[in-house]
C-alpha cells in the first residue's frame, strides 16, 4: 500500500516463475500519481513470461490510485500459464485513467468480462472492502459482504497471527469479524465516479460514511428530479457499491436497510451528455450557445461523447481568421453516414507551429468519415507548417475546396500542404506506413512549401484507395506530389506549376517511389515550373517512378497527362523510369520546346535508368526541341537490359544535338532506332505542331499524327 511515485506500480509481478502460490494477499495501489502518463501502468497482480503451477487465491486487490496510468487489478500478459485464480476481491475505485478488472489478451472491464475471457474467478468478487484506516496501514476490512468467502489454503493465521478457520477462512491478510448493524442505519453520503459522462460510459456509485454491519442490505434508486419518486434498480447488495451504464441525466440514492428500518442518502445527481447530431454554426462574434461555437475547438470539444447522426458546423461567411490548430482523434458514431462536415465559407484557420511532433493546422489523427470544405489553411509563421495531415489510420475522409497557404520563399523541409504519413514529424517517411485509406483530396490549391503534398504507405502496409483529383499544387520548392506505398490511388487532373517561386532545388513535379501497385496518374498538368527562373540550371522532373515496382496483374497507369513550358535550363526529364516494373505509359506529351533556352545541359522525353521489365511506351507525343546547346532525347534507355514495348508514338527531336533515341549508344533517327531495337515500328517522327502550347493547349494539328494510335483501353483524353 501507499505506493507513491509516478511511474509504473506493479503489486506483484510474476516473470516466468513457476510454482509459486500467492495466497491471503492484500495489495493497495492507491496513493496520488499525478505525473504519470497514460503509457505507464498500475497493476496489482502481473504475470508474464511462461510459468505453471501459479495459485492466486483468497487475496484483495483494490485500485485507487489517480493519475491517467492504465489500471489493471489482475494482469495476464502471457495466458499460456498454468495458473489457478479464485476467491479473490478485485476493486477498482480509481476515475483517472482506463479501469479493468482484467487483461487477457485484450483489456477486461467488470469481473464478468474476466471470467468469461480467463475462465477463472468464479467465486470471486468486487467489492469494496471498506478498509479500517487506510492512511495509517490498517488494511483490515469491514465490509460484511466480503466475510468468510475465502477457501482453506493451509495458511493458518492472518497478518497479525490471529488463527484462521480451517472452513471458510476471510480473503485478504486480515481475519475479520463485522459488526452487527445497527438501527437506524447510517446511508453515508452517495457518489458518483465522474459527472458528467458521456451517454454509455461506465459509472461507479459509491458510498462513504455509512455505518457497516451483518445483516445490512443496500438498494440502488433513482429518479428524472431530485425530489421525484425514487424507484428501485438492479438487485438487493450486501455491498454498496455498483456500477452503471450511464444513459440519461438522474438522480441516485441509496436505500440503507438494518432489519425492519431503511435509510435513505441525500441524492445526487449524475448528468449525461448526449452524443451531437444536426446542424451547428462557428461565428466568433456572436455568443456561444446550444447551437453556436466561438472557435473550431469549441465545436470539437462538443463531440466528446461522439454523434449519433451527420454533423454539419458551417462557418459564418466574414467571420475569420480563427487562429486555433485543430487534432481530431477518434470520435464516437462516426461512419459513412454519419460524417463530421466544417463548411468553411471561405474563412481562414491558421496556426503556426514550433512543435516538431504537432505541425498541421489540422490533423487527423486515427479520425475518420471527416470532410473539410472550403477554408483557408494558414500554415505560415512557425518553425514547421503542414496544412492538413493525415496519421495513423486516419480513412475515409475528405479536403475538398480549400486554400492551403504555406511559406512560398522557405528552403526547409518542414513545410508542406498536405502530408499523409507514418512519422508525426517527417512529411516523407521509408520506415512506416501512414495507413491511411479511402481518403479524397479534391479542388484544393496548395501555395508553397518544401512539398505540396506526402502520400506515404509501406511495402508491407500500402494505402489504399485514396484519390488526388483536380488539385492545384503551385509553387513548391522540391515535390509537388510525393507518393510512396499505395495500392489503387488515383492522381487525376491536377494542375502542378510554379508561376511566382523565386528559389528553387532539384524539382520533381511528381515523385513516385517504392512498391505501388495499381496507380494511375492521369490528366494531369506539369507546367511552367521555371517561369521567374528561367537561367537556373537545377534538374527538374515531370513524372519520376523510383524503384515502383507493381505487380503484373495490378500494373501502374501513367495517361494523359501534359508537360510543357519547362522553362529552366537545368537537366530535364519529362517522364523518367528508374527500376520501376510493369509501368504503363499511354497518351501522354512531353513538349520541351522552349525556344528561348539556353540549355547547355540534355533534355529528355522518356528516361530509363536501373533494371526493369514490363514498361509499356504506346500513343505518346514526345516533343524536344528547346534551344541551347545540350543534347536532346525522345526517348533514351540507359539499362539496355530493361525489357519494354514502344510503338505508337510520336518523337520528334530538333535543334542543336538531336537524337531519337539513345540505347547502347546514340540513335539519331527513327530508322537507326528501329534497326538497333525493333522498337516503334508504327510510330512517327514529325513536328506535332501544337495548336496554342504558351497557354497550355498542345492538341497537335500535324495531319501526320492524326489516328495513329492504338487501342489501349484508355477511353477519354486529358
Known amino acids: 500500500y501507499n505506493l507513491t511515485g509516478s511511474g509504473s506500480a506493479y503489486g506483484f509481478y510474476n516473470n516466468a516463475s513457476s510454482s509459486v502460490w500467492y495466497y491471503h494477499n492484500t495489495i493497495s495501489m492507491d496513493g496520488s500519481a499525478p505525473a504519470s502518463t497514460n503509457a505507464q501502468q498500475t497493476v496489482g497482480f502481473y504475470q508474464t513470461g511462461r510459468a505453471d503451477g501459479v495459485e492466486f487465491k483468497n487475496n484483495i486487490i483494490t485500485i485507487s490510485r489517480s493519475g491517467p496510468s492504465a489500471k489493471t487489478a489482475i494482469y495476464m500478459n502471457t495466458n499460456t500459464t498454468t495458473m489457478v485464480s479464485d476467491r479473490n476481491d478485485f476493486y477498482i475505485s480509481s476515475t483517472s485513467g482506463s479501469n479493468n478488472i482484467g487483461y487477457w489478451n485484450t483489456p477486461q472491464t467488470s469481473l464478468a468480462n474476466w471470467r468469461s475471457a480467463s475462465g477463472k474467478d468464479a467465486n470471486s468478487v468486487s467489492a469494496n472492502p471498506v478498509y479500517t484506516d487506510l492512511a495509517t496501514g490498517n488494511l483490515k476490512p469491514k465490509n460484511a459482504s466480503i466475510n468468510n468467502l475465502g477457501a482453506y489454503v493451509g495458511v493458518s ?55 457497516l454491519g451483518t445483516g445490512q442490505t443496500y438498494q440502488w434508486q433513482s429518479s428524472n428530479s431530485a425530489t421525484g419518486v425514487f424507484a428501485n434498480f438492479g438487485p438487493v447488495l450486501k455491498s454498496p457499491d455498483t456500477a452503471i451504464v450511464a444513459s440519461i441525466s438522474k438522480y441516485y440514492r441509496l436505500a440503507v436497510t438494518c432489519g425492519a428500518q431503511t435509510s435513505y442518502s441525500a441524492p445526487i445527481e449524475l448528468s449525461v451528455t448526449q452524443p451531437m447530431a444536426g446542424t451547428y454554426t462557428i461565428n466568433k462574434n456572436i455568443p456561444a450557445s446550444a447551437t453556436n461555437f466561438v472557435s473550431f475547438s469549441a465545436a470539437q470539444a462538443a463531440m466528446g461523447c461522439g454523434i449519433s447522426g451527420p454533423v454539419v458546423f458551417n462557418v459564418e461567411p466574414g467571420t475569420g481568421p480563427y487562429n486555433e490548430q485543430l487534432i481530431f482523434t477518434p470520435i464516437r458514431g462516426t461512419s459513412e453516414t454519419n460524417t ?42 512557425g518553425t514547421y507548417g503542414y496544412g492538413v495531415q493525415f496519421f495513423n489510420n486516419a480513412d475515409s475522409n475528405t479536403i475538398r475546396n480549400c486554400t492551403i497557404n504555406l511559406d512560398k520563399t522557405s528552403t526547409s523541409g518542414n513545410f508542406a500542404g498536405i502530408v499523409m504519413t507514418g512519422h508525426a514529424s517527417f512529411p ?23 512539398y505540396g503534398m506526402t502520400l506515404s504507405g509501406h511495402a508491407s502496409a500500402l494505402i489504399k484507395n485514396n484519390r488526388v483529383v483536380n488539385n492545384k499544387i503551385y509553387d513548391f520548392y522540391n515535390i509537388g506530389l510525393y507518393i510512396l506505398g499505395t495500392s489503387n490511388m488515383l492522381v487525376e487532373g491536377n494542375d502542378l506549376a510554379r508561376p511566382t517561386r523565386t528559389n528553387t532545388t532539384t524539382t520533381i513535379a511528381v515523385n513516385i517511389e517504392g512498391v505501388s501497385e495499381g496507380l494511375r496518374i492521369s490528366k494531369n498538368r506539369i507546367h511552367n515550373l521555371f517561369d521567374l527562373l528561367t537561367t537556373n540550371n537545377s534538374q527538374c522532373y515531370g513524372i519520376f517512378l523510383k ?6 496483374n495490378n500494373v501502374n497507369t501513367i495517361s494523359n497527362n501534359l508537360v510543357y513550358n519547362i522553362n529552366g535550363i537545368g537537366t530535364t526529364y519529362g517522364l523518367r523510369n528508374e527500376g520501376s516494373d510493369n509501368t504503363q505509359y499511354y497518351h501522354n506529351t512531353v513538349s520541351l520546346d522552349n525556344a528561348a533556352s539556353t540549355a547547355a545541359l540534355p533534355a529528355y522525353g522518356f528516361y530509363q535508368t536501373t533494371l526493369a521489365s514490363g514498361i509499356e511506351l504506346k500513343n ?40 531519337f533515341g539513345t540505347l547502347s549508344g546514340n540513335k539519331p533517327t527513327i530508322d537507326a532506332w528501329r534497326t538497333a531495337t525493333g522498337k516503334d515500328l508504327l510510330s512517327t517522327t514529325v513536328n506535332p505542331l501544337y495548336t496554342a502550347p504558351a497557354t497550355g493547349n498542345l492538341t497537335p494539328t500535324a495531319a501526320a499524327m492524326d489516328n495513329r494510335g492504338t487501342s489501349l483501353g484508355i477511353s477519354t483524353d486529358i
Request: aromatic share 8%; proline share 5%.
Open 157 to 211: 493465521t492472518d497478518f497479525d497471527g490471529v488463527a484462521r478457520p480451517n472452513t471458510t477462512p476471510d480473503i485478504g491478510a486480515y481475519e475479520f469479524t463485522p459488526d452487527a448493524c445497527v438501527v437506524p442505519p447510517v446511508p453515508g453520503t452517495v457518489a458518483v465516479s465522474q459527472t458528467p459522462v458521456c451517454s454509455g460510459a461506465t459509472v461507479l456509485l459509491t458510498v462513504s460514511g455509512n455505518n
Open 340 to 381: 463530421i462536415t466544417f463548411n468553411g465559407n471561405g474563412n481562414t484557420i491558421k496556426f503556426g507551429s514550433s512543435n516538431t511532433n504537432e505541425r498541421a493546422v489540422i490533423k487527423l489523427d486515427d479520425a475518420d468519415h471527416f470532410i473539410f470544405d472550403n477554408l483557408v489553411i494558414d500554415a505560415t509563421g
Open 428 to 450: 516523407t517517411w521509408l520506415n512506416s506506413s501512414s495507413l491511411c485509406d479511402e481518403n479524397t483530396i479534391a479542388k484544393n490549391t496548395i501555395n508553397g512549401g518544401n
Open 547 to 552: 524503384n515502383a515496382d507493381a505487380p503484373t
Open 620 to 659: 505518346n507525343v514526345f516533343s524536344v526541341t528547346r534551344a541551347g546547346t545540350g543534347q536532346k532525347f525522345g526517348l533514351s534507355f540507359n539499362t539496355a537490359t530493361t525489357s519494354f514495348v514502344s510503338d505508337n508514338n510520336n518523337v520528334y527531336v530538333a535543334g542543336a544535338n538531336p537524337f
